[in-house]
Each structure stands twice: as structure tokens, then as C-alpha cells.
């Protein structure tokens, strides 16, 4: 039998979808570590028999109570656990923070081994701009939360980074073409399998193509940063028509100014002439 790990957390990323991405320490520590918790079992223990290793496994994800944090950090002071999500990295839009949290105050030794993130792959393929990003998780599902999240965001100078399921893209499209208008963006979806794509463009162009072929899988959706033009360089009008398409000329008005800087009396005048 492999020497066991010394006590303590593990947090290891394991493969997005293509398998072959599992990394060599990530094997090692999945086994010889003493227990693996994870989200799913059925999912990690696929990844387990492809790779080999058998072991106990603890079910750990979104819905767990204290008790079951209280469980594995008693585990944790004689054992080596290793932690893990279905795919990619854990912590990374999932509630392990917690755990990693508590075994940290309770003087036990974490460690992370890096290795895949969705976040990360789509990045990457966009072509947009990645000196500086923002990872926002998951858009609210609701209209006006998602609206107003990402007229939390309208100013950050970086590239926007959420994940997102197909049955909301095309509704996320909507809400991204309506209060960030003139933004470019990048669905990425399928990332490391067989039929991966990476589509750029305008959010409605996307948006069309999305309904004319229903997106399946996980989603990386991002968005480009505000880009800083001269006032003359700008189409106000352009961007008004795709405003006025969803919303009154005062509410088109005020979201053109946020994106451009320019004087939204003057843009609610033209609003009302283009409607």
C-alpha cells in the first residue's frame, strides 16, 4: 500500500472535462490520501476508477450542516483528507471556503494543488483583454437582480468572468446587450472536450446564434472591459436603438451616459426623437 499523506486538507483540482488534464501530484494525493470528500460521489468516483484508486469517500458540498464540517476536521487532525469538486478547482464558485476556513482556525495544515479552472481555459481562448479580470460567479437568476449585478459591475476596469447554465444564456445575452451596451463578449462552453467552442461578438449576435442552436453544457460567459473613447468617437445613436429596444427613452438615456460619460439630458433628447 502507498504511504499515506500527513494529517491535514487537501484541495485538488481535478480535470473540467477532458481527463487527461489530471496532473501527476493530483493522482499521488488522491492516492495515498486516507478519505476524499466531494460533491458528488458518482461523479468522483468515475474519476477514481478511471485513474485506479479506490477510497472512502464523504459526501461534502453546498447543503452540508456544521456537523458534517465538525466530522471532517476531526478527520483532518489524524488523516489526510483531500477535497474536491465535481471539476476544476474547488472553493472556485462552491461553499469549501468554509471548511478551509474552520481548518485554519483549528491549526490544521491546507494544502492546495493547482490544476484545472473553467475560468482560467475561457479566459484564455477569448481574446480579451486578461491583465486584469474579475471572477463574479453565477448571474442572480432573476431579471432585475441580474440587471442590477451587472450595473454593479458597468465601471470595473477589467474583463467580466461569470459562469452560467444554457437555459439562462440567452436571457443573460439580453441583460448584458441592455445595460452594457457596445461591451464585446465571449461564450465559452465544453471547455477541454470534444466539441469545445469559444463564439465573440456583440450580444445580440450571439444571442442569435444561441437561439438558433440551443447551447448545451457548462458556460464561461465574459465580458470585455469599458473601453475609454474620445466623446466623437462614440455612436451614441447605435447604442441608444439597442437601449430603446428594451427600455423607455429616460431609462435608455441614463444607461447610455453610464457606459459613455456623456450627457444623458442630451441623450434623453435624442432617445425620444430615434423613438
Not at 485513474?51 to 464540517?69: N, Q, S, V
Not at 476536521?73 to 472556485?92: I, K, Q
Not at 449585478?149 to 444554457?166: C, G, M, S
Amino acid at each position: 500500500m502507498d504511504d499515506l499523506l500527513s494529517p491535514g486538507l487537501y484541495l485538488v483540482a481535478t480535470p473540467i472535462g477532458n481527463l487527461g488534464d489530471i496532473t501527476l501530484r493530483a493522482v499521488e494525493t488522491l492516492r495515498r490520501a486516507a478519505v476524499i470528500a466531494c460533491e458528488d460521489t458518482r461523479v468522483t468516483g468515475g474519476l477514481l476508477h478511471h485513474l485506479g484508486i479506490k477510497k472512502r469517500m464523504i459526501r461534502y458540498d453546498d447543503h452540508a450542516a456544521e456537523a458534517d464540517r465538525d466530522r471532517l476536521l476531526a478527520l483532518m487532525r489524524e488523516e489526510a483528507v483531500v477535497l474536491v469538486s465535481d471539476a476544476g478547482t474547488p472553493l472556485v464558485s462552491d461553499p469549501g471556503y468554509r471548511l478551509v476556513r474552520a481548518a485554519r482556525e483549528a491549526g490544521i495544515a491546507v494544502t492546495s494543488l493547482p490544476g484545472a479552472s473553467a475560468a482560467i481555459v475561457a479566459l484564455t481562448l477569448s481574446g480579451l483583454p486578461n491583465d486584469r479580470f474579475l471572477f463574479a460567479g453565477f448571474l442572480p437568476n432573476k431579471a432585475k437582480a441580474r440587471e442590477d449585478a451587472l450595473r454593479e459591475l458597468a465601471d470595473v476596469p477589467a474583463t467580466l468572468v461569470f459562469y452560467e447554465t444554457a437555459p439562462r444564456l440567452l436571457a443573460a445575452l439580453e441583460a448584458i446587450g441592455a445595460v452594457l451596451p457596445g461591451r464585446d463578449v465571449a461564450v465559452a462552453r465544453e471547455l477541454t472536450k470534444k466539441f469545445e467552442e469559444c463564439r465573440t461578438g456583440p450580444p445580440a449576435d450571439l444571442a442569435a446564434h444561441y437561439t438558433a442552436h440551443p447551447p448545451r453544457g457548462e458556460i464561461v460567459l465574459l465580458i470585455g472591459p469599458p473601453v475609454a473613447e474620445p466623446p466623437g468617437a462614440i455612436d451614441a445613436d447605435a447604442l441608444l436603438r439597442a437601449a430603446l429596444a428594451l427600455h423607455k427613452p429616460s431609462q435608455a438615456a441614463a444607461q447610455v451616459a453610464r457606459a459613455t460619460g456623456l450627457d444623458r439630458k442630451a441623450l434623453y433628447e435624442r432617445a425620444l426623437e430615434l423613438k
